[in-house]
């Protein structure tokens, strides 16, 4: 489950379930529980694959990319692709939309925006088109987005965009740090000031390997 949220100037496009480990994390800040990495627990907090933010800058068409490695924050400047428009048809939602085709990380996309809601918007790269995204699949339907529901709202509601504390780099620099983070979990947790007892070091690590075998289908294939 994602959330798209629109506003006047900026959106943010999230997984729910990011959205409520981030706010967690901010409760252990404030809460200053930082120590034995036994004392935090994130059972009970639902865990997402997809880790990152995605802002879109409706002022000048920027959309940043901001992802965190433990304590590390980052973002990047995301190169939005140029879309081609294709003379196919079909209502979702009971909205009339229009596909369109293009290429990111690896993956090619259909995409389906309708002009019946005229805001240039849509989940995570798929932005810039003459209308709303409703729907989203790579051609092999490995990943597909689909719309739940549409909630307007009278009011402004505002929203946090940038992430405070984070360090600009490139697409390609981020993703040489996630690869050296991977390989070194133990230590850049140790690094961030929390403490493992050995036991849970090699139990930390073999899960950590278990879930990288698990993914190795990935959103962004380059």
């Known amino acids: 489950m994602f959330s798209l949220l629109i506003g006047s100037k900026n959106s943010l496009h999230i997984s729910n379930n990011q959205l409520k480990r981030e706010e967690y994390k901010e409760q252990l800040k404030e809460n200053a529980s930082i120590g034995k990495l036994s004392d935090i627990n994130f059972s009970e907090v639902p865990r997402s694959r997809f ?3 995605y802002v879109l800058n409706k002022m000048d068409g920027s959309l ?6 433990m304590t590390d924050k980052n973002f990047y ?4 692709p140029q879309w081609q428009l294709i003379n196919q048809f079909m209502q979702i939602k009971g909205y009339n939309c229009q596909m369109a085709k293009g290429s990111y990380g690896g993956r090619d996309f259909e995409i389906w925006f309708t002009p019946e809601i005229p805001i240039q918007d849509g989940p995570f790269v798929f932005k810039n088109l003459p209308g709303l995204v409703l729907n989203v699949n790579d051609t092999k339907n490995h990943y597909v987005f689909e719309l739940l529901s549409i909630v307007y709202n009278d009011v402004n ?6 992430v405070e ?6 697409r390609t620099e981020f993703m040489k740090m996630k690869k050296r983070f991977n390989e070194n979990i133990v230590s850049v947790i140790e690094q961030a000031g929390f403490v493992m007892e050995e036991s849970q070091k090699s139990t930390y690590i073999k899960n950590r390997e278990q879930s990288r075998r698990l993914n190795i289908n990935p959103l962004e294939l380059e």
């Not at 400047?77 to 939005?80: F, N």
């Open 51 to 53: 880790s990152s933010r």
């Open 64 to 69: 940043s990319a901001f992802c965190n490695l």
């Open 77 to 80: 400047e995301v190169e939005v």
């Open 157 to 162: 509601v505002e929203f946090e965009t940038f």
């Open 165 to 170: 504390g984070s360090n600009a780099t490139k």
